[in-house]
């Protein structure tokens, strides 16, 4: 799709959505596939990453001796959804988060590292 994006902004065009552009280079009958997809791809990560980030949040909570209702795992998920997630996906730029995904890339080193440090040892 982006070199057809790329075709047609060469031949004069524009389009507002993947949708208005599949219409126009492929046939109008298929067009709601791509907006469907468009909506199911970014909602199943988001999906999957809450229940990951839930998952260890719940963990860590009753590792830390926290009891009830703040260590279960729906609470975590919860929590994951409505205070980090939705308002991640409500962002009309993620700009501001360059920073911070330098500390992310040093945390997957340091898991590398840890998680080979214990395959050493045996």
């Known amino acids: 799709l982006g070199r057809l994006n790329q075709a047609a902004a060469d031949g004069g065009k524009s389009y507002g959505t993947m949708g208005d552009m599949w219409k126009d280079e492929v046939g109008e009958g298929s067009a709601w596939m791509v907006t469907l997809s468009c909506f199911l791809t970014p909602l199943g990560a988001a999906l999957a990453f809450s229940i990951m980030l839930g998952?260890?949040?719940?963990?860590?909570?009753?590792?830390?001796?926290?009891?009830?209702?703040?260590?279960?795992?729906?609470a975590a998920i919860?929590?994951?959804t409505s205070?980090?997630?939705?308002?991640?996906?409500?962002?009309?730029?993620?700009?501001?988060?360059?920073?911070?995904?330098?500390?992310?890339?040093?945390?997957?080193?340091?898991?590398?590292g840890f998680m080979y440090q214990r395959m050493a040892s045996g």
Not at 55 to 74: C, E, N, P, V, Y
Not at 84 to 106: D, N, Q, R, T
């Open 55 to 74: 998952d260890m949040l719940s963990s860590l909570a009753k590792t830390a001796g926290l009891t009830g209702i703040l260590a279960t795992r729906h």
């Open 78 to 80: 919860l929590a994951v």
């Open 83 to 112: 205070l980090i997630l939705y308002p991640l996906c409500g962002l009309k730029s993620l700009a501001a988060l360059a920073p911070i995904s330098m500390v992310a890339i040093f945390g997957v080193f340091a898991t590398a």
